[in-house]
């Protein structure tokens, strides 16, 4: 009888084409991922900062981009591609965003607390940056950072 038992007989062979359809699901799913954060940062001046570090990929987080309109002399704001004018309307979505997040394990890497990333252009007044710093501090946020260049031309 010719059974597919496969007997006891010969070694095993290692079998490539299950390995290439996991390369191919792992490779998809990281592609998805990363395009998922590179949405979320739209492309602003960002001021230089030459000793800026490299931030920590292993964390969760919310990215707030504040454009200043140099006519109107007023902020937008942007948090997860929403345009916010109202600096209490982005408070409460920070909020909302936090507590979503405290309810899941943010990492379980050095550093695990959720943070907010302020991405701000050059001609954005300190003092707005200031009132968003506040806001996350107001929302529960103990870590905020700042992103910038670390040369000139990026």
Known sequence: MGGGGGGGDGDPEFQIAPMIDVLLVLLIFFMSI???QVSKVEKMPLPVAPHALKRDMMRNEAIVNVRWDVKTE???YVLDGVQ???LKVLGEQLKKVKSANDR???SNGPNPKYR???RADKETHAL???RVMD???QAGVEDVTFSVYNK???
Do not use: H, W
């Open 34 to 36: 990363t395009s998922a």
């Open 74 to 76: 007023k902020p937008t």
């Open 84 to 86: 916010y004018k109202e």
């Open 104 to 106: 899941t394990p943010v």
């Open 116 to 118: 907010v990333v302020i």
């Open 128 to 130: 707005v940056i200031n």
């Open 135 to 137: 806001l996350a501090g």
């Open 152 to 154: 000139e031309g990026d």
